[in-house]
């Protein structure tokens, strides 16, 4: 099945601070989903992207597209201590047509 | 008040028992997924099911079985068969209207085999 490599695999960061986690595939994807699971918690659905080039915003989160639909991006501004959590992206390119996620950004911020 | 549903939160087992894990959702969603979280290793598809009396084996099935009998309901069954079962446990269900499927995820189940 397809594969999407997530980098980096975490993330230290200062609050106030940006911070960008990237999703390749070495193969087109059809879309990209990106989910946040704050520690302790659950994996929670944050955006799906499905066009070539497409750029989504919410609030201080950034999504884009690239493309030639082989990366994806999430950029967050100014970072602030709620931003903590495991960021995973998924694209639906399993050999059965399932939903195949990343290994997921930790990304933690210090006050 | 809609959404999934796992129980328990913590399950403690001896090794060499088998354990049902419980999934529910009342979203009326078509698709149900079980998944298996490790640290470091993100979220490996144990199996999934997309219609009731059917599912399909995901990317590491050895050692788990399934019951898609309600459309409600998708336990998961972690058998002696399974090498190393301690793990976080997630269920998700989905629409299921294709490959743009939004997943909702329960709050999963944390299993330790001692």
């Known amino acids: 099945g397809q594969q999407v490599m997530q980098i980096p695999q975490y993330q230290h960061v200062q609050e106030g601070e940006d911070f960008t986690t990237y999703c390749n595939s070495s193969?087109?994807?059809?879309?990209i989903q990106w989910y946040k699971q704050r520690p302790g918690g659950h994996p929670v659905f944050l955006i799906q992207l499905v066009k070539s080039g497409e750029v989504k915003k919410q609030k201080r989160l950034t999504f884009q597209f690239g493309e030639a639909k082989k990366n994806s991006s999430l950029h967050i501004t100014a970072t602030q201590t709620t931003d903590v959590g495991t960021y995973f992206c998924g694209n639906y390119g399993g050999s059965q047509g399932n939903l195949i996620f990343g290994k997921g950004t930790k990304l933690s911020v210090k006050p | 008040d809609g959404g999934i549903t796992q129980s328990p939160k913590y399950l403690f087992r001896k090794e060499g028992q088998n354990v049902t894990l419980s999934c529910e959702q009342n979203l009326n969603h078509d698709a149900m997924y079980w998944y298996r979280q490790d640290p470091g290793q993100g979220l490996r598809l144990i199996y999934y099911?997309?219609?009731?009396?059917?599912?399909q084996k995901g990317d590491i099935a050895e050692g788990y079985s399934v019951s898609r009998e309600k459309k409600e309901s998708f336990p998961l069954t972690v058998t002696s068969a399974q090498k190393n079962p301690t793990a976080f446990y997630l269920c998700?269900?989905?629409?299921?209207?294709?490959?743009?499927?939004?997943?909702?995820f329960g709050p999963g189940t944390r299993l330790t085999v001692l």
């Open positions: 998700a269900s989905s629409i299921y209207t294709g490959r743009t499927d939004t997943q909702y």
């Open positions: 099911s997309q219609i009731v009396n059917d599912f």
């Open positions: 193969t087109t994807l059809s879309n």
